[in-house]
């Protein structure tokens, strides 16, 4: 049996489910494939550092798979539409009988992969498919009644118990195969369209640099995360996200790490009497990660832009376009939320805390509909994960499931205050502000008018007290 592997977001050797499976079966070789789908990608606003990373790590997966008989294919699809198809077509092609691949839970992927079950079916080949993307498989950790959970505590503590009985071991990379006479094809080094203009330094490709990520995390800054995390201007987070999105790392080899790091012992969750530890609160992130997936499988509304809870899809947003560009931009005024947006802009990445604030921002201060600030995530984020970001845009607006309550709405200049005292983070990433002295760096209307006349910076696009008391009372009559 010749095995055509379909890499999609699991660019990796190690502990990859489906092709480590693929290797096991293989009697006549396996062969692997990548799909450059330019029209899918823009349906779905992949941002453009997104898909240099994945032709990046394409680049590190080719000569890798080479030096196990593996070689790498590439096509390119005209359509979203035609790609079952042209996997179908390329597995006949390469004399293969059956195809692998991990699950996706987005409601695009699991159509597409639906079809090309049904089609490879009618074309006599076989389809094998694993769970990968997430430590335990989405639809199995449910109630007592059989349901999905929605609040995310009962949801990780079940998720914990559930854990206990499965096999989540990481496994090797797969074994070598046979040779085969198929030649490995060019990874090109951009598509069209997906021009990035991110310093591809920041995020070096490879499994290696994303142990080495996890290794350095586990080693120096786990231990401390939990009293770290929350400031953006201290390299207190693993800064993983990208490679777990793509699949460079895998979240068991990451929970691995981070229980070893611990004595091997999971401190979260009401089975553990004491204090979340470092590692504990990380291992509550993976969580976090893996809930919102399992939303996202039980609910496809979660892909269609809709609010999970649907009297909030009636909410009067604003259409401030011009509002919304500053935003965008980080000219709102606010330096916390351009820090933040510059920060993004910048490097395709953007700190937990402050993606909290700036869409709490746009969607109560400016009252701009979520969807706008989920879309220009995902175009700008080289983490860029449906789930994650539709999961955080939903609970930063009140109208996701377990989301935070409409009436807490953050102060952005306490967050500020709170989360950034000196004023370091906002002076990396706001240089119009690098020479402002004491507290004026979160609020420089606190500067006298003929100081504040001199910066390059803009006033404030709202006043933060009205514009909280608008949204409240927004979302209160929409509620009522
Ligand atoms: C509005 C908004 C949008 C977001 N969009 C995305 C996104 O598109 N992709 C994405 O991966 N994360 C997203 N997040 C979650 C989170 O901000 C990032 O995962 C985190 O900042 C990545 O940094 P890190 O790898 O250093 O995380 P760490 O703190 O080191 O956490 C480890 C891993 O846990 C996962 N994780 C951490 N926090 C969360 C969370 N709140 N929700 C889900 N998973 C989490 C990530 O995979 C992360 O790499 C979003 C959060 C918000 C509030």
Redesign the pocket.
Known sequence: MRVLHWFRRDLRLADNRALHDACQRATDGVVALFVISPEEWRDHDDAACKVDFWLRNLADLKPRLAKLNIPLKIVTASSAKTVPDLVIATARKLGCDAISFNREYEVNESRRDARLIQRADQAGLATIAHHDRCIIEPGTVRTQQGATYTVYTPFMNQWLVVLDSEDVTALPEPRKQKPIDITADDIPTGVKGFESDIDPALWPAGERSASGRLGA?VRDRISS?KAE?DIPSVNA?????PY??AGIISPRQ?LHAAVESDGGVIRIGKRYKGKPSGAGA?IN??V??EF?IHLTHAYPKLSMRKAFRPEYDSIPWSNDESAFHAWCKGQTGYPIVDAAMRQLNQTG????RC??IV?MFLTKDLLIDWRN?ERY??RK?I???LA??N???Q??SSTGTDAAPYFRIYNPTTQAERFDPEGAYIRQWVPELADVQGDAVHDPQRLPGLLRSTLDYPEPLVDHTKARDRAIDVFAKVKS
Do not use: I, K
């Open positions: 995390f995360y995390r987070t693993s800064t993983l996200s777990l999105a990451c990380w992130e993976l976090w990660r919102y990445w953007m700190h937990n993606r909290m869409a600030g995530f995902m984020l983490d860029g994960d994650s970001n999961g955080g845009w609970w930063s």
